[in-house]
């Protein structure tokens, strides 16, 4: 459905522009101009009185009428409503209402039905059971549970209406019911128990049921919900989405065990059912946190695409886990102190700060602080061994990597400068838009990464020393930013001339020098792109769980004798990527076990830097 005009400064004048150009072609005698005018002004104003009572003219006309509405594929949105309300004006509610559900499901926020006619009793009296249900059931369809604030205002006619029909009808129990699943959305779940168990009473149905259940389930009445359900059960006990619905009210309700006991029966009904294997696969992984679970379902939604809710259920679980979802924040010492600065309102103005660290840090946390306080100098107290300034071949000789061709940082002594140029202004505003929005899993990343397919490799590596600025200025932003700009840099080089296979790709040689370069956040930048490809190419899974392992053994390796600030990074990719070596990751897991059971897991000892450096503050 069209509907045009959008992105007006002021939709009432706009409305009452079109209202005066409507008069003017009538008083000409065109009325097909004429309602051309007033469907436009409906959908600017569909509030505006003046716009009714010249519609209302239009439809008493001898040549009026609806005919002056065409809805013909694509109908416009304005002619919809138009039409709709010039039944109403000749007495044909019947023929009105489901026209103004589908405008109210094309922009469930406008105000399309706010007519008197939908206030009055009349109208109530007058239409059809049948028809209201079917009505209140498509709009709720296409509602959110709840509805917002402005959506809820714009249903305001569509509830006096549900109320003045059961005032009419108020034992009718396919009305009573299919009332209670639009109540429940707009917020009125009491009203809405009410109506189900009503509809119940009249008649026991699988609907009433089922309504009832939703309506207990939104107050959060989560056994007589789940009753209701087996009522409902009852009437079609082959259901095996209501098999996956008790499952996961039973997981809400914190029975998770017994909500994967209903899901798994549906699944020994039908293994691949579109409802209950997703479920199964997120309810599998709240319970033990087998990342093999995420894949099983993202295996299925690459295999089935479009699905909703294994996407929707991907989505949710992915947000539990570092990586899969949301990026672990930075640990380093500088990015504390920045922290602390913006707590206290940055250091004073016309002041310099300097800072002294125990060894050196990641190159790219340094960035974050020139560039959040562009006066701040930092000096390095010592270089520990193995140095973390040099590529991995050149401090271990352990690992299928040997050499590491290109570098984002050179050094000059302890100070670290870009090695690579400025990206091009394309690259800059497109990654300032991709980076501005999160992930909802590492599948979906990849896929929307692809926008980054056309850049060149140098534009994508220069990028992550040169970032764009982000649309939040403050200085506390510019690390997870950076963070940010770099994980997509690199997801978009793993679109980097996909035609070749990944075995022996220019991607995953350039993901590669960035993995086993200096130590920085760029390695795992790096090391997430490589996870994502394994998530959506099963070809690469093995290669890729071997370089992601050997990245954090070798870190590991490194931590006995310094401080390794992406090690528990590392940790958490390594729990990111699917087919990992059992081995590697329990260490992986023990390893962030150990972290979180140290001294600074909840701030309390107040060292910025903890086990992995410290930083000394001097304002001069």
Avoid at 588 to 614: F, K, Q, Y
Wanted: glycine letters at 8%.
């Amino acid at each position: 459905m069209a509907e045009g005009h959008e992105g007006t400064a002021d939709p009432r004048l706009e409305a009452e522009g079109e209202l005066s150009m409507a008069r003017l072609a009538l008083e000409g005698g065109d009325l097909r101009h004429a309602a051309g005018h007033v469907a436009r002004a409906l959908a600017f104003d569909p509030r505006l009185p003046e716009v009714h009572e010249l519609l209302a003219r239009l439809a008493v006309h001898p040549d009026g009428g609806p005919g002056l509405y065409p809805v013909d594929q694509p109908a416009y949105l304005g002619d919809v409503v138009a039409r709709a309300h010039t039944f109403a004006v000749l007495d044909h509610p019947d023929q009105a209402l489901p026209l103004l559900v589908t405008a109210q499901c094309h922009r469930p926020d406008g105000a399309w039905a706010d007519a008197a006619w939908m206030y009055e009793r009349r109208t109530a009296e007058r239409l059809e059971p049948e028809l209201v249900r079917n009505s209140l059931l498509r709009l709720a369809g296409a509602l959110g549970d709840p509805v917002g604030e402005q959506v809820l205002s714009a249903l305001r006619p569509y509830l006096a209406l549900v109320d003045l029909c059961l005032e009419a009808r108020p034992e009718e129990p396919q009305l009573l019911w299919a009332a209670s699943m639009l109540l429940r959305r707009c917020g009125r779940a009491g009203d809405a128990v009410a109506l189900a168990l009503r509809a119940e009473a009249v008649e026991p149905s699988f609907h009433a049921a089922m309504a009832a259940g939703y309506a207990f389930r939104a107050e959060k009445r989560w056994e007589e919900a789940e009753r209701a359900w087996l009522r409902a059960l009852q009437f079609d006990p082959g259901n095996l989405a209501l098999h996956t619905d008790i499952g996961e009210l039973l997981a809400t309700a914190g029975r998770p065990r017994d909500g994967l006991a209903w899901v798994e029966r549906a699944l020994e009904q039908d293994p691949q059912d579109p409802t209950a294997f997703p479920t199964a696969c997120g309810m599998r992984f709240s319970l033990d946190g087998r990342l093999e679970h995420l894949v099983a379902l993202a295996d299925h939604l690459r295999e089935r695409p479009g699905g909703d809710h294994p996407d929707r259920v991907l989505t949710q679980s992915s947000q539990s886990r570092h990586w899969l979802g949301p990026i672990p924040p930075p640990t380093e010492a500088v990015v504390d102190v920045l922290h602390r600065l913006q707590e206290q309102g940055g250091a004073p103005e016309g002041s310099r700060l300097a800072l002294t660290v125990s060894a050196p840090e990641p190159p790219s946390a340094l960035l974050a602080l020139r560039l959040a306080a562009p006066g701040c100098t930092v000096e390095v107290g010592a270089v520990p061994e193995p140095d973390p300034r040099l590529t991995v071949p050149e401090v271990a000789d352990r690992g299928p990597v040997r050499a590491v061709e290109r570098r984002l940082w050179r050094y000059r002594g302890t100070t670290a400068e870009p090695a690579v140029g400025p990206p091009s202004d394309q690259a800059q505003e497109a990654l300032r838009t991709l980076a501005s929005y999160p992930w909802r899993h590492l599948p979906a990343a990849y896929d929307d990464a692809v926008r980054l397919s056309a850049l060149p490799l140098e534009d994508l590596l220069g990028v992550m020393a040169h970032p764009p600025a982000p649309p939040n200025v403050a200085a506390g932003v510019w690390p997870a930013w950076i963070r940010r700009v770099q994980a997509w840099a690199c997801l978009g080089i793993a679109h980097h001339r996909a035609d070749q296979p990944w075995e022996g790709s220019e991607r995953r040689s350039a993901l590669i020098d960035l993995a086993f370069g200096p130590e920085d956040w760029a390695a795992e930048a790096a090391l997430l792109s490589m996870a994502a490809t394994a998530w959506v190419r099963p070809e690469a899974r093995k290669d890729v769980a071997g370089l992601v392992a050997w990245r954090f053994l070798l870190a590991m390796e490194a931590a006995r004798t310094r401080a390794v600030t992406v090690l528990d990074s590392f940790a958490h990719l390594v729990r990111a990527v699917p087919d990992m070596d059992p081995e590697v990751l329990r260490l992986a897991e023990e390893a962030l076990r150990d972290d979180s059971d140290g001294p600074d897991a909840t701030g309390e000892d107040g060292d910025a830097g903890d086990t992995r450096g410290t930083a000394q503050e001097r304002e001069h």
